[in-house]
C-alpha cells in the first residue's frame, strides 16, 4: 500500500475547510484522549451545520453538528468504539475461503489493479459454482476502494463519496500509487464488516469512463467516485456540493475559495466537457449524474393514452388549446389543462419554446406545451423546430421527467414536410442530453410512422 501522510489535527482541519461551504466556520473539536489514542483515535472539527471525525487508521465519518460540547463528545465517542472494535478486526487473520465470493472477486480486482470485476479472467465463481455476480461483486468493490483511499486524497479534499485517483487505460484501471498486497486488502476488509457480507445493492459502469459506481435504480447514471470529485461550472472552476441542512437541501460552492456557485440554481457541470446534473440525494448527500440522450421508441397510436411522466403537446402560440394534437389533448385532460394555460401563460408562449401544465385527466402526470413554427404559415427556419424538442427536454428536466411521449411537431396542420419533421426529431432527441430515460415519438398516422421509422433506422426499436 503506498505510504501516505499521517492523520493530524492539520490534515482534519484542512479537509474542513476544503469542504465547507463557508471555510470561516470551521473549528476544531476538541477530545484529548481520542487524540491522544495513536492505534484507533483520531482529530474532529466542524464546519457549516456538519461533524467530520477523521481516524488515524484513515477512516472518516460526517454527521449533522448535534450543536453541543456534549453532544459531540458523544458523536466523537461512538466513532472511537467502533473505531476500536474495527482495530480488534484488524488484528484477526482472515482467511479469503470465508468470505462470499463478491467480496473475493472485489479483493483479486484491487490486487490486480483491474477496473471491475468483469475484468477478472477466469471469471471467478460463487459458492453454488456458478459465475460471480459482477454488479454486486462490483457494489463491493467501490465500497473497498473507498475503504482504501489515500490519505493525502483526503487532505487534499476529496469529498465522502469520492474515490483514490487513478489513470485509464482501454484494458481498465492502473493506479498511479503502487498496488496493495492481498493481505493489505483483506485487512481492509476486516476493518469494515460490511465488506466481509453479501452486498445488499448492485453496481453499474459510470456513463463516462465505466469505472463501477453506485447509485442504486434510481440513480442509474451517477459517476463513479473519481469522476465525482472533478465537475467544473460554467465558468470552468471545480464545484462541489452539500446539503443545506438535516431536512436535505442543496447548495454548490467553488472549491477553490467556499464561494457560493450558481449550479445552486442551474444544477448544471461539467466532467471532462461532458454535461451532468449535481443534485441533492433523494436520502441525503450529493448525486451527480451523466447527462444521456434518451432512448427513443417509435409509437403508432393516441398520444392521449400514453401513460407517461409527461405528454408533449403541439401548442399554439395563444396557449389555450387548438386543433390537431393540440385540441385533442385539451379534451382528454379537461378543463385543468386550459385553466392552467391561463394562469400560467397570461401571454401565451413563443414559437420554439415550451413550458408545463398540469395533465388534468390524461393518464401522465404533466403536459409540456411547446410551439412549433407553421411551415403553411411561412414559418420554415428549422432551428425553430429543433428548439421545441431540445426545450421541451429542458423543461423535462426542470420537472424531474423521465419519460416523454412526443407527437411529430408541426407535422400536422402547420404542414411542416413529413420526412424533414421527422428528421428533426430524432436528430434533436439523440443529440441532447437529459436526464429522460426514454422518449415515445407517437405517429398519428401510418404515413408518420413510417417517416419516423425510416429517420430511427435500426437503431430504432417499434411499438404497435
Known amino acids: 500500500m503506498p505510504d501516505t501522510p499521517p492523520v493530524t489535527r492539520a490534515t482534519t482541519l484542512a479537509l474542513a475547510i476544503a469542504q465547507a461551504a463557508d471555510p470561516t466556520t470551521v473549528r476544531e473539536v476538541e477530545h484529548p484522549a481520542f487524540a491522544g489514542d495513536a492505534e484507533a483515535g483520531g482529530f474532529a472539527a466542524r464546519y457549516d451545520q456538519t461533524l467530520l471525525v477523521c481516524g488515524v487508521d484513515g477512516g472518516r465519518s460526517w454527521s449533522v453538528d448535534p450543536c453541543t460540547d456534549e453532544g459531540r463528545r458523544a458523536a466523537i465517542e461512538a466513532y472511537w468504539r467502533v473505531a476500536r472494535r474495527r482495530r480488534e478486526r484488524e488484528r484477526t487473520a482472515i482467511d479469503p475461503a470465508s468470505l462470499p465470493a463478491t467480496t473475493r472477486a472485489a479483493v483479486d480486482v484491487v490486487v490486480a489493479g ?140 467553488h472549491r477553490d475559495d467556499g464561494s457560493a456557485c450558481e449550479t445552486t440554481q442551474t444544477h448544471r457541470v461539467w466532467i471532462d466537457g461532458h454535461p451532468c446534473h449535481m443534485d441533492e440525494a433523494r436520502f441525503g448527500g450529493v448525486v451527480v449524474e451523466a447527462l444521456l440522450p434518451p432512448a427513443i421508441t417509435l409509437v403508432r ?56 401544465t398540469t395533465a388534468g385527466d390524461l393518464p401522465a402526470h404533466r403536459v409540456i406545451h411547446t410551439v412549433g413554427p407553421s411551415w403553411a404559415a411561412g414559418e420554415r427556419d428549422r432551428a425553430l423546430l429543433v428548439s421545441c424538442y431540445r426545450r421541451s427536454l429542458e423543461v423535462a428536466d426542470e420537472i424531474g421527467s423521465r419519460t416523454l411521449a412526443f407527437p411529430l411537431i408541426s407535422a400536422g396542420v402547420y404542414a411542416w414536410p413529413l420526412a424533414d419533421a421527422a428528421a428533426a426529431a430524432v436528430e434533436t432527441l439523440r443529440a441532447t442530453p437529459s436526464r429522460v430515460r426514454e422518449v415515445r415519438i407517437v405517429a398519428f398516422s401510418d404515413e408518420a410512422a413510417v417517416a419516423v421509422g425510416r429517420a430511427l433506422g435500426a437503431g430504432g426499436a417499434a411499438e404497435g
Do not use: K
Open 301 to 356: 397510436g393516441d398520444i392521449t393514452r400514453e401513460a407517461v411522466d409527461a405528454v408533449v403537446n403541439a401548442a399554439n402560440t395563444a396557449m389555450r388549446g387548438g386543433g390537431g394534437v393540440d385540441g385533442a389533448i385539451h379534451r382528454a385532460g379537461g378543463p385543468a389543462v386550459l385553466a392552467d394555460c391561463i394562469a400560467r401563460f397570461p401571454r401565451g408562449l413563443a414559437v420554439g419554446d415550451a413550458g408545463w
Open 114 to 253: 483491474l477496473r471491475s470485476a468483469a475484468d477478472l479472467h477466469p471469471v471467478p465463481l460463487d459458492e453454488a459454482g456458478e459465475p460471480v455476480d459482477v454488479a454486486r461483486a462490483d457494489a463491493t468493490l467501490v465500497l473497498l476502494r473507498r475503504a482504501m483511499r489515500p490519505t493525502a486524497a483526503v487532505a487534499a479534499g476529496a469529498s465522502r463519496d469520492g474515490g483514490a485517483s487513478t489513470t485509464r487505460t482501454p484494458d481498465g484501471e492502473r493506479p498511479t500509487a503502487r498496488r496493495p498486497t492481498q493481505a493489505q486488502v483483506l485487512r481492509a476488509v476486516a476493518r469494515h464488516e460490511v465488506l466481509a457480507q453479501e452486498p445488499t445493492s448492485t453496481a453499474h459502469p459510470c456513463p463516462l469512463c465505466a469505472t463501477p459506481a453506485l447509485g442504486g435504480p434510481r440513480y442509474d447514471r451517477a459517476v463513479c467516485d473519481d469522476c465525482h470529485e472533478r465537475p467544473r461550472c460554467v465558468h470552468g472552476r471545480a464545484v462541489g456540493g452539500a446539503n443545506t441542512g438535516l431536512g436535505g437541501g442543496f447548495v454548490a460552492h
